[in-house]
């Protein structure tokens, strides 16, 4: 029986990692798959409450804006990291929560690559 006992810790380390690892992972629920920035609208048009910059990309989605809400704590960061990806043709993955109606999508994170 030692070695099923031994077996079963196994098993229950390996299950615990994974746990400890997903939250980090999957902070955010909701994420695109990579895709480029094709327009940018900065001329304040709130298509969700508190809106900022808003975005389109590359693939479709249900509703076809991104927008960076003004207060999120990484505004100006994630700002220049739209502006900069989108002038380079950078491949980003964005982290949202989902629009409604003819509201965009409100961007919480986002991942961009050269």
């Not at 098993?11 to 400890?20: E, N």
Request: charged share 10%; with cysteine; net charge positive.
């Amino acid at each position: 029986m030692p070695s099923c006992n031994r077996r079963v810790s196994i098993i229950g380390v390996a299950i615990a990692s994974l746990f400890a690892v997903a939250p980090a992972a999957h902070a955010f629920s909701n994420q695109t798959p990579p895709v480029t920035i094709t327009a940018v609208n900065l001329d304040g048009d709130n298509r969700v409450s508190g809106g900022g910059v808003c975005i389109t990309t590359s693939a479709s989605f249900t509703q076809p804006w991104f927008c960076l809400v003004n207060t999120n704590p990484l505004y100006r960061e994630l700002t220049s990291l739209i502006l900069l990806a989108s002038t380079k043709g950078s491949t980003c993955t964005i982290y949202y929560n989902p629009g409604t109606g003819v509201n965009g999508s409100e961007i919480r994170a986002m991942t961009c690559a050269p």
